[in-house]
């Protein structure tokens, strides 16, 4: 079975300094997919960032990279420069053969001033 | 923009009410999904559908059913309410199987008293 395991319910960044999230995962399959989300209070989830299992290099998006070991099954995304309007919900979440996301509880980040 | 849309943003209803959420994309994708969120919990998956009159069970389909007669439309329904259903619930679109980014909607927060 998939399992996403996000260790940090809450954190805490500095304006303008970059912040990591954790997220590790289980599968089995070799084939599998790694996702971010942010949902900001308003609700909405809104794609972040994607890396695939046999992606040579890590996924990057602007401000968003992912920071994938493969070896030690972790996809911790970082975000360099934070900004106020960062803080949010954040969720990692995997899918294999299936057609439906995986998603770990999720890590509250608070930027501040 | 293209989206996805959910018929409400905040419903209440009472114990043992029958109740439909409903949830329309207009990016003509195949695969569509219901999620339920609560604090700490994550979103877990209720039910998706793959093509027009297709379903399957997701990791907590008990309490809930699904119908999805267009393409575009995807309706989650609550037989019987219970309070045990007040949560937000979140609708989701992708491509196709291979394609497995999620386009969200921005999720109908319901109260059942």
């Known amino acids: 079975a998939q399992k996403i395991t996000q260790t940090q319910p809450g954190m805490f960044v500095q304006e303008k300094e970059a912040v990591t999230l954790d997220c590790t995962y289980d599968?089995?399959?070799?084939?599998?997919?790694l996702f971010w989300y942010k949902q900001p209070s308003s609700g909405e989830m809104i794609f972040l960032i994607y890396?695939?299992?046999?992606?040579?290099q890590n996924a990057t998006e602007g401000r968003y990279s992912l920071n994938f070991q493969k070896a030690r099954k972790s996809a911790n995304l970082v975000i360099s420069a934070s900004q106020l309007g960062d803080s949010a919900m954040y969720f990692c979440?995997?899918?294999?053969?299936?057609?439906?996301?995986?998603f770990g509880k999720g890590t509250s980040l608070l930027v501040t001033p | 923009d293209a989206k996805v849309t959910q018929s409400s943003r905040y419903l209440v209803k009472r114990t043992g009410e029958k109740v439909f959420l409903e949830c329309v994309q207009d990016?003509?994708?195949?695969?569509m999904f219901w999620y339920r969120q609560d604090p700490g919990l994550g979103l877990r998956l209720i039910y998706f559908?793959?093509?027009?009159?297709?379903?399957e069970k997701g990791d907590i389909p008990e309490g809930y059913s699904v119908s999805r007669e267009k393409k575009e439309r995807f309706s989650l329904i609550l037989e019987s309410a219970s309070t045990n259903q007040t949560s937000m619930y979140l609708c989701?679109?992708?491509?196709?199987?291979?394609?497995?980014?999620?386009?969200f909607g921005p999720g109908t927060r319901l109260t059942v008293t």
């Open positions: 890396q695939g299992s046999y992606d040579q």
């Open positions: 990016m003509d994708h195949e695969n």
């Open positions: 989701a679109s992708s491509l196709s199987y291979r394609t497995y980014e999620q386009y």
């Open positions: 559908s793959y093509d027009v009159k297709m379903k």
């Open positions: 599968t089995s399959d070799p084939s599998y997919g």
């Open positions: 979440a995997m899918v294999n053969s299936g057609y439906a996301l995986n």
